[in-house]
């Protein structure tokens, strides 16, 4: 589904206005991201690009003769980043926000098999 020109509106506000909200942006993709949910991921990190550096300057800031049109279609809905790639926007990411993710181990529960000896 795509965004209307309101809501993107109210994201770039949004993040000019808060870095706690820009740092969420890139949490929350990574987390979509291992959780699974690839589109969601994408779409979040497209929406942080765009509310903050926008694509030129991701393509100038990752180097070499990056195409800005061909990193939005990588994080488009039908798009499918190498992960070299979509790592590469996430470092330039958290360069520009002046953060280090980290993962962290989280111990999940799993029931009991019934019936295995």
């Known amino acids: 589904m795509a965004l209307t020109k309101d809501f993107k509106e109210r994201i770039k506000s949004r993040a000019d206005a808060d870095p706690d909200f820009r740092r969420a942006l890139i949490v929350e993709a990574i987390e979509s991201m291992l959780a699974g949910d690839v589109d969601i991921g994408k779409s979040l990190l497209r929406d942080y690009v765009n509310a903050t550096v926008g694509f030129p300057a991701l393509a100038e800031g990752l180097g070499g003769d990056r195409d800005p049109k ?27 926000e002046g953060i280090t993710l980290q993962l962290s181990q989280t111990a999940v529960q799993t029931p009991p098999q019934h019936g295995m000896a």
């Open 70 to 96: 061909s990193l939005m279609r990588m994080l488009s809905d039908r798009g499918n980043p190498r992960m070299q790639n979509f790592f590469e926007i996430v470092k330039f990411c958290q360069q520009h």
